[in-house]
């Protein structure tokens, strides 16, 4: 069992869905995939900041059964986890949504894997994850890549958090997820969970960038990751491109590469909101 962990509300659908397929449409592994997904209700910082519903959940799993029918979906509710740790902390309204916060957790919640890829849903595998997971961490708490900003910013072995490949043995004999929590209490972070896992480390692996690349596609890319990115023309300016935004990766990018993973996720978005329409439509006639 390959066993790969996501976070987020029902709001990071979307990329779930695209990640997982780029997972399956690129790997050649005939052993199966456990999908794990944090997610919470903290509807209290914002509306939109409710769990990854059940019908999402179960049409991920469908979804992903056709691929291999022992791949299986696993929604982890850690509402109670984040309002005992994190309610009302200095990094609860960071960069990012409280969301992130939820891989810190992977140390308390019951039944995790000894090895568990974490993935931010704003990533497209170019090549076969086993060229990842197969990755010997023995001694390691994780291994990562650069964070492709920081590296220069902040130190040259910054590391960008949105893909780690997790040690939950060594985490556990080290303490790391359990310091970096102390440390998302106590003070304001610039880049909340990801600096308090750097700070936090005793020892981790380093990376080739072609396995979290966060600007460039090229052929050894592993993962191409879809984070905030600077562009100098036409303007220097910010831009947020994610990969379900298809017209936008061609236009942009250029990128048609990922069109087999991107017109099946569009087929099956449609297919998902014509069930719940249905299901609504038969509802009001009850």
């Not at 509300?9 to 990329?15: M, Q, T, Y």
């Not at 949504?97 to 894997?113: G, K």
């Not at 052929?219 to 947020?240: A, C, E, G």
Request: overall charge negative; glycine content about 2%.
């Amino acid at each position: 069992m390959r066993n790969i962990l996501f976070s987020g509300n029902e709001k990071v659908f979307d990329g779930i869905l695209t990640c997982m397929l780029s997972i399956l449409k690129r790997s050649s592994t005939e052993e199966p995939f456990c999908f794990y997904i944090y997610t919470m209700d903290v509807s209290r910082i914002k509306p939109e900041y409710t769990p990854v519903s059940d019908r999402q959940a179960l049409f991920l799993e469908e979804t992903a059964k056709k691929y291999h029918a022992g791949n299986t979906v696993v929604k982890v509710d850690v509402t109670e986890l984040y309002e005992k740790e994190f309610a009302y902390c200095p990094n609860e309204s960071a960069y990012c949504s409280p969301y992130t916060l939820l891989r810190l957790f992977a140390d308390q919640v019951e039944e995790m894997p000894e090895k568990l890829l974490y993935l931010d849903v704003d990533i497209l595998l170019n090549r076969d994850i086993a060229l990842l997971y197969d990755i010997d961490v023995e001694g390691y708490e994780y291994a990562a890549a650069r964070d492709h900003y920081g590296k220069y910013l902040l130190n040259p072995n910054y590391i960008n958090a949105g893909v780690l490949l997790l040690n939950m043995e060594e985490i556990r004999k080290t303490g790391l997820l359990e310091k970096a929590r102390e440390l998302i209490k106590e003070k304001k972070l610039v880049f909340a969970d990801q600096s308090a896992i750097y700070r936090s480390t005793s020892r981790k692996k380093m990376l080739p960038q072609k396995f979290n690349d966060q600007k460039f596609l090229h052929k050894h890319t592993v993962i191409r990751h879809f984070s905030k990115r600077l562009f100098y023309l036409p303007y220097p300016h910010t831009d947020n491109i994610k990969q379900w935004r298809v017209s936008d990766i061609h236009r942009v990018f250029g990128y048609y590469v990922f069109d087999d993973i991107l017109y099946e996720y569009i087929y099956l978005k449609k297919k998902y909101e014509n069930e719940i329409e249905v299901k609504e439509i038969t509802n009001e006639q009850q």
